[in-house]
């Protein structure tokens, strides 16, 4: 276990011990994700009361970007330009989401159902379909089963409808694709009103593990994950809260070849393994997280500060450390070997209201290192590496204004950073920052 590894586990316990220290008390967080809000019955309860038991909610996302250069590979703020191109329109996401909701006769919070669909010029694909049973007789556990946000860390279950940065971080995007995935989520959290624990939220799921990013399941491994928080609870200037994740998952060998990092003669390199018990074997997904979010409680001048570090081992390809949607092959469709590597990455996210809630202040940083053994002109192609190795930096800093409840504008930038290494077409920085400006509708 490297050093850093090492720091974020130690940093995952500390943060477990802190949620149980402030648990006495605390108060209820804002509801913004939009495919994982848990157990909020309060939430529930209004929509509930101002438009029955279904509602309708949606949004719409024009936006205008240019790149620092024609064929930007731009796969994490919106997606690569054309080759002979710099600049673009694009519809990033058109939203339309139906939610029902069947209460008891007492009023408590018994079935709820949640349909989404997401349409761009590229097509229209379902983003949300799940269903959530909440028993009653104890009013602790609520199960929900189907296509769902996976509950994982704070960045990932932020609604893109509420995010101040156009897009989530490299690497949210890279570790859990899309977001979604199919499967199960059992949810602990005490709903009666003088519950002492009722503000602790314990999240456990099984799921598929390629989530939207393939069309279906295409071997036996699943992902495991289980998150602990606390909702915000508030002191007397500022208010706090946070969680702590992990999952384990992985993805089953097909062939009798793997490759992982081995050090010989104090020199870090991809090392083939051939092995005839390989195959069935699990390549593992092992990633450990905490998350934390801060903020003043004045509404003009108010600052907020979310941050997430996430660490552990990661299983990709040869040319890609993203998790892969189908099992991957060659351009003649012949199945490649995995490789395994020691990742970490982390977020920063500092928001601050001028004056007037109108206007916010966003500034951004953001790191994924897919392989932390090895950094700059260490990596190179005769040790077996790739630009799969190489490390991301991405500084981004805009303004938003609302115009009216129900339209705002970002402008952003995004200042992008590879580290230098000997692999082809990385020994620089690359000339590829993206200024966007997105406009939303929504209702």
């Not at 909610?57 to 024009?62: A, H, R, T």
């Not at 790149?67 to 191109?85: H, L, P, V, W």
């Not at 012949?334 to 206007?359: C, K």
């Not at 692999?423 to 939303?440: C, E, F, P």
Request: charged share 20%.
């Amino acid at each position: 276990m490297n050093r850093y590894s090492a720091s974020v586990k130690h940093i995952f316990i500390f943060a477990t011990i802190l949620l149980l220290f402030i648990s006495s008390k605390g108060y209820a967080q804002r509801t913004i994700n939009d495919v994982m809000d848990s157990t909020t019955v309060n939430h529930l309860l209004i929509i509930s009361k101002k438009y029955g038991s279904l509602s309708f909610s949606g949004y719409l996302q024009p936006q205008f970007q240019l790149a620092q250069s024609k064929g930007t590979q731009a796969e994490f703020q919106g997606g690569n330009f054309g080759d002979f191109t710099n600049n673009r329109f694009r519809l990033r996401r058109g939203r339309l989401r139906a939610d029902y909701m069947m209460l008891t006769e007492d009023g408590a919070p018994s079935t709820y159902f949640v349909l989404q669909f997401d349409g761009t010029e590229q097509g229209v694909a379902i983003r949300d379909f799940w269903g959530r049973y909440y028993e009653n007789k104890w009013k602790i556990l609520a199960v929900t089963l189907g296509l769902s946000g996976r509950p994982f860390g704070n960045e990932l279950q932020l609604s893109s409808s509420v995010r101040e940065a156009p897009e989530r971080g490299r690497m949210s995007q890279i570790l859990m694709k899309t977001e979604r995935d199919l499967g199960v989520t059992f949810t602990l959290n005490p709903r009666w009103k003088d519950a002492k624990l009722k503000n602790f939220v314990l999240d456990f799921g099984v799921y598929n593990g390629q989530g939207l990013a393939g069309n279906g399941e295409f071997d036996n491994s699943k992902d495991y994950i289980l998150r602990l928080s606390h909702k915000t609870y508030a002191f007397k200037n500022f208010t706090i809260a946070g969680g702590v994740s992990t999952l384990q998952g992985g993805l089953d060998h097909r062939l009798p070849v793997s490759y992982k990092m081995e050090q010989t003669n104090n020199v870090w390199k991809m090392v083939k393994d051939s092995s005839a018990a390989t195959v069935n074997k699990v390549a593992p997904r092992r990633y450990y997280g905490a998350d934390i979010q801060l903020a003043t409680k004045t509404n003009s001048w108010k600052s907020e500060l979310r941050a997430e570090v996430i660490s552990g081992l990661q299983t990709g390809t040869s040319t890609t450390s993203t998790t892969p949607g189908s099992y991957p092959v060659d351009n003649k469709a012949i199945a490649l070997p995995f490789y395994t590597r020691t990742f970490n990455g982390a977020y920063f996210t500092f928001v601050q209201t001028l004056n007037s809630t109108d206007n916010q202040l966003i500034l951004k940083y953001d790191w994924y290192d897919p392989n932390a053994k090895v950094k700059g002109m260490d990596i190179s192609a005769d040790k077996g590496l790739s630009p799969a190795d190489v490390r991301f930096d991405t500084f981004g800093f805009g303004f938003l204004h609302h115009f009216n409840p129900h339209f705002k504008a970002v402008l952003y930038y995004d200042i992008i950073k590879n580290e230098s290494t000997q692999i082809s077409g990385y020994t620089a920085d690359r000339k590829d920052n993206v200024l966007t400006l997105r406009t939303q509708f929504y209702f």
